[in-house]
């Protein structure tokens, strides 16, 4: 018996020493394959943990789309109005009918008749006519990105825009459709988002670099007309260079002269940092290695001092693209920006400046939530980029 519980023991002891080894095993080849993993790996590793900055990552990579293919997304023109539907409320979607038999996505017919106490124009669905919602359906013809003529669109009625239209997130005062303008207005919005915070960050990264490479009295200069720009308030500063763009200038001068207007007054964040970052690293072993070895000083900032800290330059990047777009909206929300007739998230904001449109219209201030998700989906993002950027932290 007691030979019998030895052997049992001696067998156990052999599938534990076993089982340890193969963990072990385990283990080490996790270990060994993120000591040979390159740094982009890391980051990329360290990046899908965080949740919410993989599907923030998923929102923005969406309104980035819908932004290059508006033309295609938007089932109508911006600037096309529909006479019977001023005002018009979101158009409800249905899947049941009357009588509770499911069907393909659809609308009733919309008949507008009016108050006569109030004179408001009112809605009511017809439900004895459905409309079936159709995808890749040909509507109205327009450029895309100005090259070619297509008439092709993402979903629509298939009946005469002066039969019935399909209005998502409602109509404005004239009678166009706000979904479709607010996928024209991502496009300007959100790329000079993406123009503007590339052009600071460039000019953050240069004068940055300057400053704190070379010192002295270059670096005196440049930090006293930083400290000269974070001074002035924002708003008065961004009425003063506002002011300085002619009203008669066509859109995509304004467009242009908006940009590089906030890229003035954006970059001396990044160009505190960078300076701060050369004044560490000059005088580290592999700048005088690089000096020795005959490296310029171009070469030795742009090959050698630069990518040691590339990825905090690719945070700072995405957690300041919000901030260019705010600050946009706000420009062309009070006037001060891009005007009618070009189209932007501001701009439409301005249609809900009087008590009438939130009295009556609400939806019109949905631009407001497409800036609001813009702006949390690029944080996140920023936060999940932040925390990549050191893949060895625990």
């Not at 777009?325 to 005007?339: A, D, V």
Request: net charge neutral; charged share 20%.
């Amino acid at each position: 018996m007691a030979e019998l519980d030895n052997e049992k023991k001696a067998v156990a002891q052999a599938d534990a020493k076993e089982l340890a080894f193969e963990e072990e095993e385990i283990i080490s080849g996790e270990e060994e394959k993120i000591y040979v993993a390159s740094y982009s790996k890391l980051m990329w590793w360290r990046f899908r943990k965080h949740k919410m900055a993989m599907v923030s990552a998923v929102v923005v990579l969406l309104l980035y789309l819908v932004a290059v293919f508006c033309e295609f997304v938007a089932p109508y023109d911006p600037e096309q109005y529909f006479l019977k539907y001023k005002d018009a409320p979101p158009t409800k979607i249905h899947i049941f009918d009357a009588e509770g038999r499911i069907h393909m996505p659809f609308v009733h017919r919309i008949v507008r008749t009016r108050d006569e106490v109030t004179l408001r124009n009112l809605f009511n669905e017809d439900t004895t006519v459905r409309y079936p919602i159709t995808f890749f359906v040909r509507g109205t013809e327009y450029e895309m990105w100005g090259l070619f003529k297509m008439d092709l669109h993402l979903f629509g009625l298939p009946v005469p825009h002066e039969e019935q239209g399909i209005f998502v997130l409602g109509a404005d005062r004239l009678g166009r459709d706000l979904f479709s303008r607010m996928c024209y207005g991502a496009r300007i919005s959100l790329s000079i988002g993406l123009a503007g915070v590339l052009l600071s960050v460039t000019l953050g990264i240069v004068l940055g670099g300057i400053s704190g490479y070379y010192g002295g009295k270059i670096d005196i200069a440049i930090q006293r007309m930083i400290e000269f720009i974070r001074t002035v308030p924002n708003i008065p500063l961004w009425m003063a260079l506002s002011a300085a763009l002619p009203k008669d200038w066509p859109i995509i001068r304004i467009y242009f002269g908006i940009t590089i207007l906030l890229s003035l007054i954006s970059w001396t964040g990044m160009a505190r940092v960078v300076r701060g970052r050369f004044l560490a690293m000059r005088e580290e072993d592999f700048v005088l290695a690089a000096r020795l070895a005959g490296s310029n000083e171009m070469r030795i900032i742009l090959r050698h001092m630069l990518p040691s800290f590339l990825s905090h330059i690719i945070a700072s990047l995405t957690l300041s693209i919000p901030g260019m777009i705010l600050s946009e909206t706000g420009l062309s929300y009070l006037g001060l920006g891009l005007r009618a007739p070009a189209i932007s998230w501001g701009v439409l904001l301005r249609e809900a400046q009087n008590l009438r449109s939130l009295a009556l219209v609400p939806w019109v201030l949905l631009p407001a939530l497409a800036v609001i998700l813009t702006v949390m989906a690029f944080n996140f993002v920023g936060d999940g980029l932040r925390d990549a950027a050191d893949p060895y932290a625990r």
